[in-house]
């Protein structure tokens, strides 16, 4: 298709391997063609056949550009794409990288659509917002309020605590994150005599995996057969 239109897609890292959701939503693209911007580019084996365009993949004038884009917004390489293309939209995901997108989206005047994962709003409403590094973040994520066009919040609790923060409630939407059913064969029913109960996340703190094994065990306690 000729006739697409053309996303500019910003990621500060692209792609941690957890963020297969990400991977995803970008093979799935039927009437955009999509440009990856990124600070450094990780996984390329993981996740194949995106075009990436990465401030540090080369030498040392890449770690130079690097450091005047996380400082000041400055990017020659950026701007070349930008002004070389005609950019339809931008689409950040997470808010802690959306706010890196506002000059381009002011100096272009394009749409900036940024969609909200998770710890990029939590950190809002948690003392570690004012650790150094976040504080790029917490001077600039109200500006990203007012500049950006739309917000895509994974959840209702997201939005909920997002528009507690002073984001216009007209500008966030309920978007969640859909799941490739190819992927995926049910098997025939089994019927089990014994309960069978598994658990799904990172390991990571906030994943609560500490909460589910105590409630496991408190259950298998109580006699039942699990």
């Not at 770690?63 to 701007?79: D, G, H, M």
């Not at 710890?119 to 990203?144: G, T």
Request: include cysteine.
């Amino acid at each position: 298709m000729h006739d697409k239109k053309l996303a500019v897609v910003f990621r500060t890292k692209f792609l941690p391997y957890s963020e297969t959701f990400i991977h995803d939503e970008l093979r799935h693209h039927v009437r955009y063609n999509v440009t990856v911007l990124t600070k450094m580019h990780l996984n390329e084996n993981l996740f194949p056949g995106h075009q990436v365009v990465s401030l540090k993949n080369r030498a040392l004038l890449n770690r130079v550009e690097s450091y005047l884009f996380k400082k000041w917004f400055f990017s020659w390489t950026f701007n070349h794409e930008f002004s070389g293309k005609n950019i339809n939209v931008i689409h950040a995901h997470f808010a802690t990288g959306g706010v890196y997108m506002i000059p381009f989206s002011l100096r272009y005047k394009l749409p900036l659509v940024v969609s909200l994962h998770g710890k990029d709003v939590s950190l809002l409403i948690s003392k570690d917002i004012y650790l150094p590094k976040y504080k790029f973040y917490l001077n600039n994520y109200r500006k990203l309020f007012n500049v950006a066009s739309l917000f895509l919040a994974a959840s209702q609790d997201l939005k909920d605590i997002v528009v507690s923060c002073g984001c216009p409630e007209e500008k966030v939407i309920v978007y969640r994150l859909g799941i490739d059913l190819t992927k995926f064969t049910p098997k025939e029913h089994e019927v089990l005599n014994t309960h069978k109960v598994v658990m799904v996340g990172r390991l990571v703190e906030k994943k609560g995996f500490e909460f589910g094994i105590r409630a496991f065990a408190k259950i298998i306690h109580q006699g039942v057969d699990a």
